[in-house]
């Protein structure tokens, strides 16, 4: 996947990544209450590595508005242009035990449904701030573990459907 992207459109990611954790930082630091971010977050770094279908797609489309609005933003404040370009990455991929992803997707689709304004809000930030970050090749690199996951997660499922085995 062609995903072009600028240091001043990861710096709006890096905003909305410091706007959802300051507050957790200063509150309780109740795990709980990161579940909304987190799990937008969850799904927008797991987008990043479904190529050329919907979440893929999304994600691009994400990191090319985060990017080109970054860039006109650095622009105008600074006078200088934010269109560093930057490498991108992939975490890894999905093999077809990856269909987790897909109840993944339906589990935040549940979630945002049954959430107040403010988590609403939160999770729509993980999802978009992860989908810059998770092209990135040392956030991808950082999370290796996690398509490995999905594909072993769903790996076991698959083979629990199939043999009953625990």
């Known amino acids: 996947m062609n995903v072009g992207l600028s240091l001043a459109g990861v710096a709006?990611?890096?905003?909305?990544?410091?706007?959802?954790?300051?507050?957790?930082?200063k509150g309780g630091r109740d795990p709980k209450a990161l579940l909304p971010y987190a799990?937008?977050?969850?799904?927008?770094?797991?987008?990043?590595?479904?190529?050329?279908?919907?979440?893929?797609?999304?994600?691009?489309?994400?990191?090319?508005?985060?990017t080109s609005g970054g860039n006109a933003g650095v622009s105008m404040v600074t006078g200088t242009s934010g269109a560093a370009p930057m490498p991108t990455g992939r975490m890894g991929t999905l093999t077809q035990?990856?269909?987790?992803?897909?109840?993944?997707l339906l589990g935040v689709i549940i979630l945002y449904k049954t959430s107040g304004k403010l988590d609403k809000r939160r999770i729509i930030g993980g999802v978009a701030s992860?989908?810059?970050?998770?092209?990135?090749?040392?956030?991808?690199?950082?999370?290796?573990?996690?398509?490995?996951l999905v594909n072993n997660i769903g790996d076991h499922g698959r083979t629990l459907l199939v043999t009953g085995d625990i």
């Open 12 to 25: 709006v990611a890096l905003g909305i990544l410091w706007a959802n954790l300051r507050p957790w930082w």
């Open 39 to 66: 799990s937008g977050a969850g799904l927008g770094s797991l987008s990043t590595i479904c190529i050329g279908e919907a979440l893929g797609w999304g994600a691009a489309g994400i990191a090319g508005i985060f």
């Open 130 to 148: 992860f989908a810059v970050l998770g092209f990135l090749p040392g956030v991808a690199e950082l999370l290796g573990w996690w398509s490995d």
């Open 97 to 104: 035990e990856g269909v987790v992803v897909c109840l993944l």
